[in-house]
């Protein structure tokens, strides 16, 4: 399944907030969305806190998706 897909790479933390919920309305009726955070654990917690904030259901990838969360629904 191909994804739509949000690649915070390069993204300084102060802009996560924003763009991670931006990029989720704008796409919601797209879901699955991946949001490619890298091995950053404060990236990880800074887009899992917009995502619980608006109420998502998501899972963090694990193996070769570590790195990664999927929006699975808003």
């Known amino acids: 399944m191909k994804f739509n897909t949000l690649d915070l790479h390069g993204i300084r933390h102060h802009e996560v907030d924003l763009m991670v919920e931006n990029y989720v ?16 654990q404060k990236m990880h917690s800074l887009v899992k806190t917009v995502l619980d904030r608006i ?4 899972e963090e990838g694990m193996g070769n998706n570590y790195g990664a969360i999927i929006v699975r629904k808003l």
């Open 55 to 58: 109420e998502c259901e998501y």
């Open 25 to 40: 309305y704008l796409n919601q009726e797209d879901t699955p969305l991946k949001i490619i955070c890298g091995n950053s």
